[in-house]
């Protein structure tokens, strides 16, 4: 089969495909559990990490604060997570991993482990360790091209 992929396609076109696949895979995966894509990444950094503050899970997805917000509530009302308010400041909520939360955690690690191992057909080790290197570096570079905009011109070039 001929890939749709052709290298006209300039590199952002080439995430965002990337970057679809993946939400459609998730997607297809999680629907069965009640899940969708848009949740996945809260539940993963939950899985690794508890008592997080919802706002850890904005500046590390660099999501804005409403989709995290949806995703939270979402979660909370299928009993995956459950909130509890900062003693120390009441306008902080912190997140925690239900025993439901925590039963689902190696179905959505095995999803993601399937998915790596699909987009990662026919590469190397080395292959694969450069492309996390480099997609990390993209990612890196244009993170601070939206936030350092100013600094950020056709003319540097």
Known sequence: MKSPVTTDIPLGSVVSITSRGRYIFLNDRLRPL??????????????????????????????????????????????????????????AVRLFLTEKGEKIVPVLQAIDREWELRVYTGLSQDEKNTLNTLMRTVAQNSYLAIHNSGDFSLEDK
């Open 34 to 91: 009640g899940l969708s894509a848009g949740q996945f990444p809260v539940l993963m950094l939950l899985s690794r990490e508890q008592n997080i503050m919802q706002e850890a899970f904005v500046r590390h997805y660099h999501l804005d604060k409403g989709t995290i917000a949806r995703a939270v509530k979402k979660l909370k009302d299928a009993g995956y997570i459950r909130q509890i308010v900062d003693p120390e400041n009441r306008r």
